[in-house]
């Protein structure tokens, strides 16, 4: 595989064009964890989803990264897709990460990536659900609607030291 800026477009052109699905899918997500954690979660519109790629994209050391994640998980195919189980995993997990920011968010992206995973399951390739599930999962971490990333946290010790 060759990354290079014209392969980095691709990449963000088709992560912009999945939209349709993605969208419904982090809303989906949202509901299901704002029910388990009792609590209410805003649900993402069309246009912050492309905004927020459009800020992992713009961001170049990101985007070459995110760009090969996702061509990876776009080509990723194994017979039988078992043994193949865990490069897939892998690569879904770190890219949620990736999309979802700095810690702490970055391991909730990945935590949300298991979640979003099991309950994926379109696509022909073994990445195929990996990488849908990666995209809303590191999207639904890093866009705002949970209560507690609202305001400044109770633990900062800005004007204490």
């Not at 992560?15 to 899918?25: D, K, N």
């Not at 994209?57 to 996702?70: P, R, S």
């Not at 979640?115 to 590191?138: M, N």
Request: proline share 4%; charged share 30%.
């Amino acid at each position: 595989m060759h990354i290079t800026p014209a392969v980095v477009v691709e990449e963000y052109e088709w992560v912009q064009s999945r939209e349709e699905r993605i969208v419904p899918l982090v809303n989906d997500v949202r509901d299901d964890l704002g029910e388990l954690f009792e609590t209410e979660v805003d649900h993402i519109s069309r246009e912050q989803y492309r905004e927020a790629v459009e800020d992992v994209f713009v961001d170049g050391d990101l985007a070459v990264n995110v760009a090969a994640l996702v061509r990876l998980l776009r080509e990723l195919h194994v017979d039988e897709d078992y043994p193949g189980f865990v490069v897939d995993e892998l690569l879904g997990r770190e890219l949620a990460g990736m999309i979802a920011g700095t810690q702490p968010l970055r391991l909730l992206g990945e935590a949300t990536f298991h979640y979003a995973d099991v309950h994926v399951h379109e696509g022909e390739s073994a990445g195929a659900d990996d990488l849908d599930a990666a995209l809303a999962a590191g999207f639904q971490t890093r866009l705002p609607g949970w209560d507690w990333t609202e305001g400044e946290s109770p633990f900062t010790v800005s004007g204490q030291i």
